[in-house]
């Protein structure tokens, strides 16, 4: 593995392991929170068509739960550490990056965000290194045979290596994303966009929670989350939050775990857990206060919801930031995020159409594909089972060397020309000079 993490957008990474026959034998190394939740999608789907699914999971597994009622084999490895310290450790890093992390300058921001990625990084490594050094593990896993691994952005490795070497491994790429939240851009055959793969029609809600939504008559219900990695928030910002809320003629459906806020005003309700994906395909649902998680953010396209981003960490600054350009969101800063604000951008997406048009629009574009996103994935994973890899689609800079990838080989024989022709040049210019010089003094001699 490489010697720090570098946060990549990338949800899927296929590539051919062990065997390389069709029978369907998949082994899955999967990611934490959000991650696995769109992963489970395909999984789900894979199982349905008939494959048998492993996955492996160290025993510290948040998300990944191995009691969970499913047709998924499970293969639980030790790890130095217990769920709850893997907790913390990355709330710990979630913290850093959220609340202390400058923000001035690339100066100030690169170096400390670089250490905060090894700290992840090195946590991953650790159990990487748990899973290729489990003997039982790795002699089971070999046994099986596997026709494919589905990895979650960087799999396992069994010896040391790099980034670039992992990502070279990759037979096909699938990305979390889309083109009506990414803009154009070039893209490599063995890439594919299966954004909002997990997205659903809504389904009717808990009764209590209709009942609460219907009790808001026209003016609707604004649904807010952060997502599942954020558990507390700071008291200063939770009350600020609340108050804001509190002054808008909507009801409010809050996924809040921690001390209730002192503000809360009589409209607004809190939840550990919400049915998100229902909530916002609800036809009363006016707004959605999102951190700008790509799950949240694709759900709200699906159901062409208008967004306020509050981004906390990784990519969310940039998903909220492009739902800004399409004018389809109003973005603040969580340290700096007071009542008023929150209170003016609700105003602003709720009251001025031209939000809620823009929404649409990016639902349309949404769901205007010729195979839907899970639909895609699942076809691509097939695909490489098919045709034992997809080999034909890899780019072949993967197999070039350092220097024949930089050019450094062209680059050299063409400053060798120069020279050679630049040396030629300045022989037979330094020989007509001795020459005519010579010349010059026979003939005064004369």
Request: charged share 20%.
């Amino acid at each position: 593995m490489p010697g720090k993490w570098i946060w990549v957008l990338l949800l899927l990474q296929l590539s051919c392991y062990f065997s390389s026959g069709s029978c369907g034998k998949v082994l899955v190394w999967p990611m934490e929170y959000s991650h696995w939740i769109n992963m489970k999608v395909i999984l789900d789907e894979l199982i349905l068509r008939g494959h048998e699914l492993t996955v492996v999971r160290p025993s510290s597994a948040i998300f990944v739960d191995s009691n969970e009622t499913s047709s998924m084999k499970f293969e639980t490895f030790p790890s130095s550490f217990n769920t709850d310290e893997m907790i913390d450790i990355i709330s710990g890093i979630i913290n850093l990056w959220t609340y202390e992390l400058p923000r001035t300058t690339c100066l100030a921001y690169s170096p400390l965000l670089e250490n905060l990625f090894r700290k992840f990084s090195d946590t991953w490594l650790n159990i990487c290194k748990e899973a290729a050094l489990n003997k039982e593990l790795m002699s089971k896993l070999r046994k099986a045979r596997f026709d494919v691994m589905i990895a979650d952005a960087i799999g396992p490795c069994g010896r040391p290596t790099t980034l670039m070497e992992t990502a070279s491994r990759a037979e096909i790429w699938l990305i979390r994303s889309y083109w009506d939240l990414e803009f154009p851009r070039p893209t490599l055959p063995n890439f594919d966009f299966v954004g909002g793969l997990h997205c659903r029609p809504a389904k009717p809600l808990p009764k209590e929670m209709e009942d609460f939504v219907q009790s808001s008559g026209d003016n609707g219900v604004v649904v807010f989350s952060l997502g599942s990695m954020v558990v507390n928030l700071t008291d200063e910002t939770a009350n600020a939050i609340a108050s804001a809320l509190a002054q808008i003629p909507q009801k409010i459906i809050w996924r809040f775990e921690g001390k209730k806020p002192d503000t809360l005003g009589p409209n607004t309700r809190l939840y550990k857990w919400l049915p998100q994906n229902d909530l916002l395909g609800h036809p009363k649902t006016k707004a959605f206060i999102t951190h700008g998680g790509a799950n949240g953010v694709y759900e709200a396209i699906h159901h062409g919801v208008p967004m306020v981003g509050i981004p906390l960490f990784g990519e969310q600054r940039d998903n909220i930031a492009h739902m800004v350009a399409k004018g389809a969101a109003v973005q603040l800063d969580i340290r700096t995020l007071s009542s008023k604000d929150l209170l003016r951008a609700l105003e602003t997406v709720i009251s001025n159409p031209l939000y809620k048009k823009n929404a649409m629009w990016l639902s349309t574009i949404h769901h205007d594909q010729p195979m839907k996103p899970l639909d895609r994935a699942v076809f691509w994973i097939e695909f490489v089972m098919r045709h034992k890899g997809a080999k034909h689609l890899r780019p072949l800079a993967h197999n070039l060397t350092w220097y024949q990838y930089h050019s450094l080989d062209v680059i050299g024989f063409l400053l060798a020309c120069v020279a050679t022709v630049m040396f030629l040049v300045t022989k037979c210019c330094l020989l007509a000079y001795q020459t005519v010089f010579k010349m010059g003094k026979k003939t005064k001699r004369e």
